[in-house]
């Protein structure tokens, strides 16, 4: 069985964190039998960092080293891309991981405060 370690779930989705969430949304759009285990403490996670994946005791880090590892395992969804197809999905994963790391509420297991952004009256 495949656990996948995460953020707890915010505003409705089930992870807080983009690396979290881009991994759930693999699992789940290939339909991969998998449980999540959300936590907040991550002094025993791998490299002191969450996600990360177990499946029967093979522990993989890093969201790219897990969707990379689930393709060659159960199911390549980028079969038919074209090379074109390929290079411009790495693009937008790098784009996309880079900037939406900003965004994160909880970074190392903290609790980051955004109130100082927000006007008084929000």
Request: net charge neutral; glycine share 6%; with cysteine.
């Amino acid at each position: 069985m495949i656990i996948l370690y995460s953020y707890p779930e915010l505003f409705g989705l089930p992870d807080n964190n983009p690396f979290g969430l881009k991994v759930d949304t693999f699992l789940r759009l290939t339909h991969i039998n998998y449980q999540q285990e959300h936590i907040v403490n991550i002094q025993n996670a791998p490299r002191g960092q969450l996600p990360y994946l177990d499946d029967a005791g093979q522990i993989i880090t890093d969201s790219n080293n897990m969707l990379h590892y689930l393709q060659q395992k159960y199911v390549n969804i980028d079969l038919k891309l074209t090379e074109k197809q390929r290079n411009l999905h790495f693009l937008i994963t790098r784009m996309l991981d880079n900037h939406l790391y900003g965004s994160c509420p909880i970074r190392d297991g903290k609790m980051i405060s955004f109130g100082h952004c927000l006007k008084p009256n929000f």
